[in-house]
């Protein structure tokens, strides 16, 4: 997800019957597969199995292990090492989110903006799934074929290689189980019914390249049995259990790749739903690291043969319970626009068009008649929003906040340098985002690495817009986007959306930083040590 939440992208199709039993081959074809695989295994001394944890937050771990209910990661953290506070990628979104753990980059490098936004080059939003309301008034055939192909296959810069492509490269195999971003170089034929495929819309086959060991809900399973995991109830397999088990059929059949890629994502539903301070998605999704763990016959055991990493993607600020203050509205904001419709197409005199993803928002000018400067003045007026941004002429970010005057201009290169050995140009004033500069040297507060990841999201895509993020408590609302009111969102730079935990287990070694997009880097030294 966002994918946020994951889910969504299987529960927004079945409301228009779009979620089907498609599967990546044959279980014959995957068990072919076998004996190269274990011997690619036997070629190493410990394969890396790396669990997301959606939604996982350092408070609520410990409160849940304070109340033995994590044993399964109390005991990889006893073990190993812990880390409370890595930072993720932005927009705090699932999609960008493992866009950035799989190639060790940011959104201006992977191009995959968002969970929601708008294609220049296509005249179009693109969406991955966002909820309810929307189902019912966008194209869900666009849907399907952005989230199942054209995320992994089109939208994802082919030049940025995953972390599946460069293991294929060295010849070693990696697996992916429910991971929404995950191509490889293994081709995959996505089997659609013919329902789908008599719209002239859709193939009967969908051809797509992930990883060796691929697993994906319903569209594929890795353990034959594990087909009876993917009901609508079960959520069509987008579930804990799911990919447990899946991942306990590789380690029991000797066939664990040189690194497996996994996610448990319905801690994320659980938080979105009851805040985040709810700790039965932890248990639940402790419960199935149980079951991978004990696959092994014994933790000890799981320890000693693998290398753990276990972490979040993304953490969740609570958002009020009460509609009417938590929820931030920009249309009003950009009424004297003429602002584009979610549920019609782009049309000729349409000035703007708004992709709210949770508690951030890209707001595009698609009419050269409209001043992204205008559209900045305008957004001031309101003074829950905590970040605005726009990218001038010259590639210069400007920064500011609402009710405020104050600016602060940066871009790349220059004479200060960040705590992650990073350089930048600065002009104005840098506490609109929290930094302190000491000596040429620029030290982050409530907004971590935010230089970094706000040049990512200004420069991820093609078009003209503002990039706004509202204050912790809020939510952006678009025409018909989800909103938590009572429970958690994400989405922007804030701290309290950004930074997520961390347990490793089975190396002494961790990333040259805590920072998402330092992760792929250190598990390919892992894998060629």
């Given at each position: 997800m966002k994918m946020k939440n994951k889910m969504s992208i299987l529960l927004v199709l079945s409301l228009s019957l779009l979620v089907v039993g498609c599967r990546a081959g044959s279980s014959q074809q995957l068990h072919q597969q076998s004996v190269k695989s274990q011997n690619s295994a036997n070629h190493m001394d410990k394969p890396v199995i790396v669990i997301m944890i959606d939604s996982l937050m350092n408070k609520p771990l410990q409160d849940a292990i304070q109340e033995g209910r994590a044993p399964a990661m109390q005991y990889l953290i006893k073990k190993g090492q812990y880390f409370p506070?890595?930072?993720?990628?932005?927009?705090?979104?699932?999609?960008?989110?493992?866009?950035t753990l799989l190639t060790g980059t940011y959104a201006d490098q992977h191009?995959?903006?968002?969970?929601?936004?708008?294609?220049?080059?296509k005249k179009r939003?693109?969406?991955?799934?966002?909820?309810?309301?929307?189902?019912?008034?966008?194209?869900?055939?666009?849907?399907?074929?952005?989230?199942?192909?054209?995320?992994?296959?089109?939208?994802?810069?082919?030049?940025?290689?995953?972390?599946?492509?460069?293991?294929?490269?060295?010849?070693?195999?990696?697996?992916?189980?429910?991971?929404?971003?995950?191509?490889?170089?293994?081709e995959h034929d996505l089997k659609v019914p013919r329902f789908i495929a008599n719209s002239n819309r859709v193939p009967e086959q969908l051809r797509i390249t992930g990883p060796q060991w691929f697993s994906y809900?319903?569209?594929?399973?890795?353990?034959?049995?594990?087909?009876?995991?993917?009901?609508?109830?079960?959520?069509?397999?987008?579930?804990?259990?799911?990919?447990?088990?899946?991942?306990?059929?590789?380690?029991?059949?000797?066939?664990?790749?040189?690194?497996?890629?996994?996610?448990?994502?319905?801690?994320?539903?659980?938080?979105?739903?009851?805040?985040?301070?709810?700790?039965?998605?932890?248990?639940?999704?402790?419960?199935?690291?149980?079951?991978?763990?004990?696959?092994?016959?014994?933790?000890?055991?799981?320890?000693n043969n693998a290398i753990w990493i276990v972490m979040g993607d993304s953490a969740q600020s609570a958002v009020y319970d009460d509609r009417q203050a938590a929820t931030v509205d920009i249309r009003p904001l950009l009424s004297h626009y003429r602002i584009a419709k979610l549920n019609q197409p782009v049309r000729n005199d349409d000035q703007i068009v708004i992709s709210a993803n949770e508690r951030m928002a890209y707001i595009y000018a698609i009419n050269n008649n409209v001043e992204l400067s205008d559209v900045v003045k305008f957004l001031q007026n309101e003074n829950k929003l905590d970040i605005i941004a726009m990218k001038d002429?010259?590639?210069?970010?400007?920064?500011?906040?609402?009710?405020?005057?104050?600016?602060?201009?940066?871009?790349?290169?220059?004479?200060?340098?960040?705590?992650?050995?990073?350089?930048?140009?600065?002009?104005?004033?840098?506490?609109l985002v929290d930094i302190t500069v000491d000596n040429n040297r620029i030290k982050y507060g409530k907004y971590p690495d935010v230089l970094?990841?706000?040049?990512?999201?200004?420069?991820?895509?093609?078009?003209?817009?503002?990039?706004?993020?509202?204050?912790?408590?809020?939510?952006?609302?678009?025409?018909?986007?989800?909103?938590?009111?009572?429970?958690?969102?994400?989405?922007?730079?804030?701290e309290k959306d950004s930074l997520v935990p961390l347990i490793i287990s089975g190396t002494n070694t961790r990333p040259k930083t805590l920072r998402i997009v330092d992760i792929k880097d250190w598990i390919m030294q892992l894998v060629n040590e």
């Open positions: 506070q890595v930072v993720s990628s932005f927009p705090t979104m699932s999609v960008t989110i493992d866009s191009h995959v903006p968002g969970l929601v936004w708008y294609s220049n080059q939003m693109i969406l991955y799934g966002n909820g309810a309301k929307e189902a019912l008034k966008i194209d869900q055939l666009q849907v399907f074929n952005d989230a199942i192909y054209q995320l992994n296959q089109v939208q994802l810069n082919k030049k940025t290689k995953t972390i599946h492509e460069e293991l294929a490269d060295k010849g070693k195999e990696s697996a992916s189980i429910n991971a929404i971003v995950f191509r490889g170089k293994t809900a319903t569209f594929a399973q890795l353990d034959p049995k594990n087909s009876w995991n993917t009901p609508p109830w079960r959520k069509f397999g987008m579930n804990d259990e799911f990919s447990a088990k899946d991942i306990a059929f590789l380690i029991k059949q000797k066939k664990l790749p040189s690194v497996t890629i996994a996610y448990f994502p319905e801690n994320d539903s659980s938080v979105h739903k009851k805040g985040p301070t709810q700790l039965e998605g932890i248990e639940k999704a402790d419960q199935a690291l149980q079951t991978v763990l004990n696959a092994y016959g014994s933790w000890e055991q799981a320890v002429g010259k590639n210069n970010i400007h920064v500011t906040k609402g009710k405020t005057g104050k600016l602060l201009s940066y871009h790349p290169g220059g004479k200060f340098i960040d705590e992650y050995g990073q350089s930048w140009t600065l002009s104005g004033e840098e506490d970094a990841r706000l040049h990512g999201a200004m420069n991820s895509h093609e078009g003209r817009y503002v990039v706004v993020t509202v204050q912790p408590g809020y939510e952006l609302v678009g025409e018909s986007s989800p909103t938590h009111i009572g429970g958690g969102a994400h989405g922007s730079l804030h």
